[in-house]
């Protein structure tokens, strides 16, 4: 049934042509859609991936400012129980009363020009699939970000950038403005270090923070090279 469900989606996903079928519904079950209700009244629509059966991940932007959380998956969703993270990484991770999607398996660093799968739901609606390679290792304040030319837009943020094997690389959180493109993911490991400070009880974690991202311009996301403020040096340089 559920596979039945999502071929008949796959052909309403204008992305989703660019990856086959068999791919699109494996990776489909990792995902979940966020959406956050701030004390505004706004409402923040993004993506997640079932990290465990209790935690699903996405980013700080989509749901850190949020009074009420919701995951949710079809019809069917579940309001967060605690939101952890931190912000400037962007990574947020969301703790739930039981699961909805099918846990990911984390994968480390890829390579360069690493086939690559980007899934989220752009457009806010339709869950899309990408595909692409990795096309650079970008050198921020806190580490290593991944590259791609797999595309995805608003709504996919939190959303999941996979390897060939399914595993979950990192998660889509920034791109720049068209039609030069660039699009970026957070690393797994980041996503990791996150859930390791929540399982050890630190109560510190900022998810409002803004994130790194940011206080970044167009000019240093086109043109290669580090990913850091204007002024700013790489680690490890005098």
Aim: charged share 15%.
């Amino acid at each position: 049934m559920f596979r039945r469900w999502m071929t008949l989606l796959l052909l309403l996903c204008p992305l989703a042509a660019q990856a086959d079928a068999e791919t699109y519904v494996r990776l489909a079950g990792h995902m979940v859609k966020v959406m956050a209700a701030a004390a505004d009244g706004r409402i923040n629509t993004g993506s997640g991936v079932q990290l465990a059966p209790d935690l699903v991940a996405t980013n700080c932007h989509v749901a850190g400012n949020g009074g009420h959380v919701i995951a949710s998956r079809g019809s069917f969703g579940r309001e967060a129980l605690q939101v952890f993270g931190d912000g400037a990484r962007d990574v947020c991770l969301l703790h739930l009363p039981g699961d909805l999607a099918t846990p990911v398996e984390p994968a480390p660093l890829p390579e360069i020009d690493e086939p690559v799968y980007a899934m989220g739901f752009s457009g806010g609606q339709v869950l899309s699939l990408s595909e692409g390679r990795v096309v650079a290792l970008r050198e921020s304040e806190s580490g290593l970000v991944i590259e791609t030319d797999a595309a995805f837009h608003m709504g996919a943020s939190g959303g999941g950038l996979f390897d060939a094997r399914g595993r979950l690389l990192g998660l889509l959180t920034f791109y720049s403005p068209e039609p030069d493109a660039h699009y970026f993911a957070v690393p797994t490991r980041w996503v990791l270090e996150v859930a390791q400070t929540m399982a050890a009880g630190n109560a510190s974690a900022d998810t409002g923070q803004a994130p790194f991202w940011t206080a970044l311009d167009a000019t240093t996301l086109h043109q290669g090279g580090h990913l850091l403020p204007a002024g700013r040096k790489p680690r490890g340089t005098p």
